[in-house]
Each structure stands twice: as structure tokens, then as C-alpha cells.
């Protein structure tokens, strides 16, 4: 072949490189340092393609990642390559790119040929962490369901088999605890790793709580290979060298012909089955089997709501959110009750999912102005709060229906409150706020709950206009012993009379937590110190009005619990 042929033939292969890829790199088998890089190394590393080579890719990697990619390099044969992985290239200490990373070992060299490919735009921490695990570099439940299922449907089209295996550590946290921080931390990262590396694409396995996980696989790896390695893991870290006893359930693909979206929905009701019930206790083989009981148990459930709302099964119980100054009751928040051992957040997520979140959210509202009308009518005004799913909310029927309801006690509008939660996703933040805006024109006052329980606390707050900010109770009951929990507090407290908007403190259950929360001039608290949820009689309020204060009883009987004047017709600007 002659000098000419060889060029152009060394340049046709560069060039389909660098159609699929954006930095290309030659590296070290066994320090990962690049000995030759070509292509957009500053986009990808922040460093020229001079300051690149010399150093080592991996110091250029989270740690999670690192470990997968080193596990990945380990198992390249001479001639072979390794499946493409998910990476993620740190740029600033909160700062990360995700990259598609690929390499192979030509015949006759010992080094790595590898590629990096851009996956996403520039991305901050926080809203990688809403799918994947910060220890392990694994998805979280929802988004493994997610990407299994486009897995096994890939792999169903190419005519090969997967096999999803869920692995069960039982109380990790119990085991590990005699462990040093820093073996805990590559614990878990080898375990990420090893389960990505695993995986029919290099990231389709997730940690589903503590000590689950769960990963999509091909036939070639088995789930002893797994449990194998996991429990060498384990008696690394023990020192009588026994280790963590490691569990292991196969869900077979059995090749049924589900649907993308049913594929989705099985995997979800089987790891979530698992991560309730443990390897023990779970007897799901296939995802036929996950599908049939799901759909088994949602028409029950179905039925079983339907029912309660439409007669009457469920009660309203009350807890009082007090004045922090003088401990006197401003409202009450409603609370659903059911029969058996149904939570209320079981019920609500589930309506949510089937679509009857807004008949149940009606319900709710009905008896709560049935219980406001009948306490007035015994001289009592008493301010309630209801809360309302983001799903109802964003519904114009749902909101004409409710002001409708509303309408013909103009009198007593001031007494029915409404709170939507923070953990409840709003898909239309402008007809959100616009419903709350309605409400509010009409006299009701409105209350963000759960500040601080997601990602998004900044972006509710920007966007929805209230008149109440509830504090999540996670901080609130940490904040006597953790400086950042208090400082959160303290920063939400601020925030809050910066926009003319009043807080209140959720979970008060010490007197200390009672006096930091006046210390950090957050006005109103929530709480077993205050009162557990209950009855709301005339007895139990003649009682309320003589709660004790930090400085003995106070036997002032408050008469009516109004909002202040005009509280409601004065729009909070956030």
C-alpha cells in the first residue's frame, strides 16, 4: 500500500472518530494518563489538549465513576473494546458534564484508545441528584424503571435475552457502622460500578433504598456472579472477615409482549415491592406476573377510593398551627383519615396516579366547610386549611367547581385556607399560581408546604404567590443540633419577611426547637408541643384557648381566630 493510500486511510478512520466522538485519547493501561489527545478536550475537561496530556482522565471523574470506568479498563482484552458508560467530568466542585465514554486495545498495544462523547449540556449538581444516587452513581427507582424498560425492549428487538436481578444487603447501615467514613464511601462506589459495568448499557441499574439495588442484565451475567462479588465486598470491610449476608431475586423478561409503557409500570411495582418486602418475602417472577397483580391491585384500589369518597368513608382530623408569641391557635390544618392501614399519603399518591385526585380533593374540601359552617353556627370562627394536589389545582374545572362550592358562604371565606405541597409536582407553574391568585382574590388565604422537602424550594417560592411558607419539619427537628439545618431555617425565615410572607415551622415536638424557632423570627409553629391531630369540638377549643405559654397559662379566651385584617386582599410578591 503505498505512503498515499496509508494517509488517506489513517484520515477516512480519524474522521469517523471524530463524527461520533468529541475528544479522542491514547492512555496509560494502569495510571489512566493520556499520552495522546485530539479533538474538544477544553469543552470536556476545562484543560487544552497540552495541559491534558501528562495527566491522568480519572483524577478528571466523580468518584463513582472513576471506580466504573477502572473496573471497565480491567476487563479489556487484547483486540477488544468495552461497552460505552455514562461518566460524569467535573468541572467546578458543584459543577459536572456527562459524558459518553468508549475505548478499546488494539492487537499489538497494551494502551487504551478511548473516546469521549458530550451526552448533555452543562449541568449543576442539584438536578442530577433529583435521579441518581450521590454514593453509588446509580438511578433512582423511577428512573430506572425507565431506562430498564427501554432496555429490555432493545434487547427483545436485537432477538437477545436480559434478566432484571434486584439485589438485597439487608441493614447495611447496621454493618457498616464500625467502618471507616472513607471505606464506606469506596463500598458503595465499588458496588455502583460493578453494577453499571454489569449492565446491558453501562447504566441501567439503580440503589432503590439503603441496601437494595437493582440492575438489568444479560444472560452472560449471572446473579451469583453478583452476589459473589458484593459479599467479597462485604467481608473486605469486616474484620472477623464473615461479611454482609447478600440476597439475590431474578425477574425474568419472559419475552412478554409489553408495551414500553407497561414494561414501565411492572418494573416500578416490582422494585418498589422489593424494597418494601425484601429478598425473603418477594414472589414476583416475571414481568407478566408484576403486571397482572399491579393491575389486580389498582382496580381494588380503585373501587375501594370511589368508595370512600363517594360515601363519605374517610374523616377529617385537625392540628393547630399556633402563634409562636403567645402559643394561641391561628388555624388548623385538615388531616384524611381511613379505615385500616391506609395512610393518607398512600391514598393521595395513588389518586394522583389513577386520575381522582381532583373527586378526592373535592371531598375533602366539602367536609371541611361543612365543619367551618357548623362551628360558626356555634359562635366559633375558626380558620381551616386544606390541602390541595398541584394536579387539582392546574384543573379549570376543578377550580370553577370549588369556587362554586365556595360562593354561597362569602361570609365565612376568610375561614377555608388552602395549602399545596411542595413534594407535589406542578407541571404548569402559570395556571398554578393563577388558581391561587383566584382563591385568594376571592378571600382564602394560601400556604406553600413543605419548603425545603425537593429540589425545587426556590423555584415554587419565585413563582407561586402565597401568603404562608411552611418550613420542613426535617429541618426543624435537626436544627438544635445541625448548623446547617438551622441556617436553612434562618435563610427561609429571612426570605420570608424580605416578600411580606408569613412562616411557620412543621414537626415542633421540644420546647427548644420552640425557642429557636422564635430566635430565628419564624412567626408560627406546627407540631405534638402544640397539639396532635384530633377532633375539633367546641370542648377541644375552649381547651386550645388555655394552652400553656413559656411563661404558665394563658387564660385570655380567644373568641375568634381571624386572620389578620385584610391579610388576604393584599397579594405576597415573590
Known amino acids: 500500500m503505498s505512503t498515499d493510500s496509508i494517509r488517506a486511510e489513517r484520515d477516512r478512520f480519524v474522521a469517523f472518530s471524530f463524527a461520533s466522538a468529541d475528544l479522542l485519547m491514547e492512555m496509560d493501561p494502569a495510571t489512566g494518563v493520556v499520552l495522546f489527545a485530539s479533538g474538544a478536550a477544553k469543552a470536556i475537561t476545562r484543560h487544552s489538549i497540552q495541559e491534558l496530556v501528562g495527566k ?16 471497565k479498563f480491567a476487563q479489556i482484552k487484547a483486540g477488544g473494546r468495552m461497552q460505552p458508560a455514562l461518566v460524569r467530568v467535573v468541572h467546578e466542585p458543584k459543577v459536572h ?25 452543562l449541568i449543576g449538581e442539584g438536578s442530577d441528584n433529583e435521579y441518581r444516587d450521590s454514593e453509588t452513581g446509580l438511578l433512582d427507582t423511577a428512573s430506572f424503571a425507565d431506562k430498564a424498560a427501554r432496555m429490555i425492549d432493545l434487547a427483545s428487538v436485537e432477538g437477545s435475552s436480559s434478566k432484571v436481578t434486584l439485589v438485597d444487603l439487608g441493614d447495611v447501615s447496621t454493618f457498616l457502622k464500625t467502618s471507616k467514613p472513607e471505606d464506606q464511601e469506596h463500598f458503595f462506589a465499588q458496588v455502583g460500578a460493578f453494577l453499571r459495568t454489569s449492565s446491558l448499557d453501562g447504566d441501567s441499574a439503580a440503589r432503590l433504598d439503603a441496601g437494595k439495588f437493582g440492575v438489568v442484565h444479560s444472560d452472560s451475567v449471572t446473579d451469583n456472579e453478583i452476589k459473589g462479588f458484593i459479599s467479597n465486598l462485604t467481608k473486605e470491610l469486616d474484620p472477623k472477615k464473615k461479611g454482609q449476608k447478600v440476597q439475590t431475586v431474578e425477574i425474568s423478561t419472559d419475552g412478554a409482549q409489553l408495551g414500553q409503557q407497561d414494561a414501565v409500570k411492572a418494573l416500578l411495582y416490582s422494585v418498589n415491592k422489593f424494597a418494601e418486602s425484601g429478598a425473603e418475602n418477594f414472589t414476583i417472577g416475571n414481568l407478566s406476573d408484576s403486571l397482572n397483580q399491579l ?14 369518597v363517594s360515601e363519605d368513608d374517610f374523616h377529617l382530623v385537625f392540628q393547630p398551627i399556633v402563634s409562636l408569641k ?15 392501614d391506609r395512610t393518607p399519603f398512600q391514598v393521595v399518591t395513588f389518586a394522583e396516579e389513577v386520575g381522582m385526585v381532583e373527586e378526592f380533593d373535592m371531598a375533602v374540601c366539602h367536609k371541611a366547610l361543612q365543619q367551618v359552617i357548623d362551628l360558626t353556627s356555634q359562635g366559633k370562627r375558626i380558620p381551616i386549611a386544606v390541602n390541595l394536589s398541584a394536579q387539582s389545582l392546574e384543573s379549570t374545572l376543578f377550580i370553577a367547581s370549588l369556587r362554586r362550592m365556595l360562593e354561597p358562604h362569602s361570609k365565612i371565606r376568610s375561614c377555608i385556607m388552602f395549602e399545596l405541597t411542595e413534594s407535589s409536582h406542578v407541571g404548569d407553574f402559570d395556571r398554578v399560581n393563577g388558581a391561587l391568585q383566584m382563591l385568594r382574590h376571592d378571600g382564602h388565604q394560601v400556604c406553600l408546604d413543605d419548603v425545603g422537602a425537593g429540589a425545587t424550594s426556590f423555584q415554587y417560592i419565585r413563582r407561586l404567590q402565597v401568603d404562608f411558607i411552611k418550613i420542613d419539619g426535617s429541618y426543624v427537628q435537626n436544627m438544635a443540633t445541625d448548623n446547617r439545618d438551622r441556617s436553612f431555617v434562618r435563610a427561609i425565615s429571612q426570605l420570608s419577611r424580605d416578600l411580606s410572607v408569613q412562616s411557620i415551622g412543621e414537626m415542633v415536638e421540644t420546647e427548644e426547637q420552640a425557642k429557636i424557632l422564635v430566635d430565628e423570627n419564624v412567626g408560627y409553629g406546627q407540631g405534638w408541643l402544640f397539639g396532635r391531630p384530633g377532633a375539633l369540638t367546641i370542648e377541644d377549643l375552649e381547651k386550645a384557648m388555655a394552652i400553656p405559654t413559656t411563661g404558665g397559662i394563658n387564660k385570655t379566651p380567644n373568641k375568634a381566630f381571624i386572620p389578620p385584617s385584610g391579610s388576604t386582599s393584599r397579594p405576597a410578591t415573590l
Request: hydrophobic share 40%; glycine share 4%; aromatic share 10%.
Open 295 to 308: 393491575m389486580d391491585e389498582t382496580l381494588t384500589k380503585v373501587s375501594a377510593l370511589r368508595s370512600a
Open 56 to 71: 491522568s482522565f480519572l483524577n478528571f471523574l466523580l468518584p463513582a465513576d472513576r471506580t466504573i470506568i477502572q473496573q
Open 326 to 340: 403567645n402559643r394561641m391557635p391561628h388555624h388548623y390544618e385538615a388531616l384524611s383519615r381511613f379505615a385500616g
Open 97 to 121: 458534564i456527562s459524558v459518553i465514554f468508549g475505548g478499546c486495545r488494539l492487537p499489538n498495544s497494551s494502551n487504551y484508545y478511548v473516546t469521549a462523547t458530550i451526552a448533555d449540556r
